[in-house]
């Protein structure tokens, strides 16, 4: 449950985040960061929400993991079989052409874009090098809002 919410909440690929370990958790002035290892082996950071911050460290509390130790001690296929089996179990269909663990940094990507309204802090926060990517996103959610504002019109006739 923790690694979904990690993989939705930080728009992170699954190679990132089953690398997550307690000492890549950054307390900055303005809130929560991550330290991952990305695509093409960078390292960067991505920012996180506080109430997940503390439920993953009490997780690692409780199970005693170390400081340098991995949070998720679970490989790729192991996490698209346990997402493959949720999306199973839940009667949902994962969008066409995107993986059922990618589908989550998708839709996080959404989310994000939706509350903050600012393509460039998602593009950062997805890691994207070109804002072209990024567009795809706002694509989907420049359409659910362009519905809702039409479905909010009454011509009162």
Wanted: aromatic fraction near 6%; proline fraction near 3%.
């Amino acid at each position: 449950k923790l690694l979904i919410r990690l993989i939705f909440d930080g728009c992170l690929r699954v190679s990132e985040a089953i690398t997550i370990r307690p000492q890549d958790f950054v307390q900055t002035p303005d809130g929560w960061q991550i330290r991952v290892f990305g695509k093409g082996k960078k390292r960067s950071v991505v920012a996180i929400s506080t109430s997940l911050v503390a439920q993953l460290q009490a997780y690692a509390y409780r199970k005693q993991i170390v400081h340098d130790a991995r949070m998720f001690p679970v490989n790729r296929t192991r996490v698209h079989q346990i997402m493959q089996k949720a999306f199973d179990d839940s009667g949902l269909s994962k969008p066409d052409h995107v993986g059922a663990v990618h589908v989550l940094r998708h839709s996080g990507a959404l989310e994000r874009l939706r509350r903050t309204g600012n393509p460039k802090a998602v593009q950062d926060q997805l890691r994207h090098n070109s804002a072209q990517m990024t567009i795809r996103y706002m694509k989907t959610l420049s359409h659910q809002e362009s519905m809702k504002i039409q479905q909010g019109i009454d011509l009162q006739w």
